[in-house]
């Protein structure tokens, strides 16, 4: 018999867990200080509403009905097709995804062991005669060849124990913990970042509408931390949903996780920008080393004179990192050990197991490409680029394209409209919209997201 989630608000906690990650907290930072804040903000909004939110309802739909892992979904679905690629497709993406994913995962916890050992007191103390005493502590970090991957396998072993212990008391009771403790940690940080001089700059950066920032790189960067964020397309959705009630609300807990998705990333804007802007010289476009390079000393710098927050929110900052990344590193696992166990009959101790022993050592590999196989060049990036440029900027575009051609033209409209109002037990008025958006808008929009990312324009 398959497992299910044991409750509704596990399930919609698990599936916001499942999303709420790295992709919140390190990237939509980034991407807004990239992009404009408030300009980006506002595309973003409307990229969640004509897009994030009618994905993630089409791959709760497929994997409901299916009741299965990706690759056997698309399989039940439609028989003797070659729809049976994107299930295989759907796989492959979080299995090449968590091998690198591992590797980003442990830095935030050597972070979190360095806010609470006092490690950044003592380059602080440092930093009057070395400007660039955090980004050299960083570059060393990484390019050990020992100490990232200690802190790798202990990620890696804190999701396997998870997962070992299955959908309700592994993953569904972590996310019952993690999830509300999450969301705790990021109020108490936005509380802190009211006493940072940058707040009022910081908040107007990212609220005060600039339409004129609005151009076709921003609305195409917003698009695709739409994407990434939301976890379309990595397999995660189409797992997770494979083991809703039959009774859930899909609409609603689609709606549930995008508002806790998106709360969680704006909440990461609100502790972030009044950081950055606290601190002279520092401008919020500083690019994907802010989280790991200059936040380090840029809370001290904001909370000077306060020394019990000049420790507190760092520590804080940092945990709420791992956590989110547990979470993520959790749904990334239970996609390929679901797979693996269902495919080739093992028990999920057993394949889970594989699927650790198999991502650690590539991930193992992906690390040391960032310092002694840094030599090893594919296509001009390390082993550690080229897995993170081939997943996250082309796989996951063309699956998601896939997907939304697959329910707008393909899957059955009576099987769709069955897990749309969950069997007849809720009302589903927005069919033909959805339907538009699945056939038309969806797959162009994504189409031309995959050819920018190629650079044809």
């Not at 760092?314 to 390929?336: G, K, N, Q, R």
Request: proline content about 5%; some cysteine.
């Amino acid at each position: 018999m398959r497992a299910n989630f044991s409750s509704k608000i596990g399930l919609t906690l698990a599936a916001a867990g499942s999303a709420i990650g790295l992709g919140n907290i390190w990237r939509f930072p980034t991407q807004a200080g990239e992009n404009g804040g408030s300009a980006f903000l506002l595309v973003y909004f409307a990229c969640i509403v004509l897009f994030g939110l009618p994905l993630v309802i089409a791959e709760f739909s497929i994997g409901r009905h299916a009741r299965a892992n990706p690759a056997d979904a698309f399989k039940i679905l439609s028989p003797g097709t070659q729809w049976k690629w994107l299930g295989a497709l759907c796989v492959l993406i979080p299995a090449l995804i968590l091998c690198y994913y591992q590797v980003v995962a442990g830095w935030t916890l050597f972070y979190l062991c360095e806010s609470l050992t006092g490690g950044f007191e003592f380059l602080r103390s440092q930093a009057a005669d070395n400007p660039k005493v955090f980004a050299e502590h960083f570059g060393g970090f990484v390019s050990d060849p020992l100490r990232p991957l200690v802190f790798l396998g202990l990620f890696a072993m804190a999701t396997h124990v998870v997962i070992v212990r299955g959908v309700q008391r592994g993953i569904e009771a972590v996310s019952k913990f993690l999830m509300p403790l999450l969301f705790i940690i990021m109020v108490v940080l936005v509380i802190c970042s009211f006493s940072m001089p940058g707040f009022s700059e910081g908040m107007r950066f990212l609220f005060t509408p600039d339409f004129s920032a609005i151009n076709t790189s921003v609305v195409l960067s917003a698009l695709a931390q739409c994407f990434f964020s939301f976890s379309i397309a990595m397999g995660i959705l189409l797992t997770y949903s494979s083991y809703f009630l039959k009774s859930a609300n899909l609409t609603r807990t689609a709606l549930s996780v995008c508002i806790m998705d998106t709360l969680a990333a704006i909440m990461a804007g609100m502790v972030i920008f009044p950081a950055v802007f606290s601190v002279p010289g520092l401008e919020p476009n500083s690019g994907a080393t802010l989280v790991f390079v200059a936040l380090p000393s840029v809370f001290d710098q904001a909370l000077a004179g306060m020394p019990f927050l000049a420790y507190l929110v760092p520590v804080l900052f940092y945990l709420l990192l791992v956590i989110a990344t547990l979470t993520s590193s959790v749904s990334i696992h239970e996609v390929v050990t679901a797979y693996a166990s269902e495919t080739f009959g093992i028990t999920r101790a057993r394949a889970a197991t594989y699927v650790t022993v198999l991502a650690t050592a590539v991930g193992i590999i992906c690390s040391l490409s960032m310092g002694v196989l840094d030599w090893v060049k594919i296509g001009g990036m390390n082993i550690f680029d080229c897995f993170d440029y081939t997943t996250a900027q082309l796989m996951l575009p063309f699956a998601g394209m896939l997907i939304a051609i697959y329910v707008g033209w393909k899957m059955r409209l009576r099987q769709l409209w069955v897990e749309l109002t969950s069997g007849g037990l809720y009302r589903f008025p927005l069919f033909v919209p959805f339907m538009v958006i699945m056939r038309y808008i969806a797959p162009i929009t994504i189409f031309f997201i995959l050819i920018s990312q190629l650079g044809f324009f």
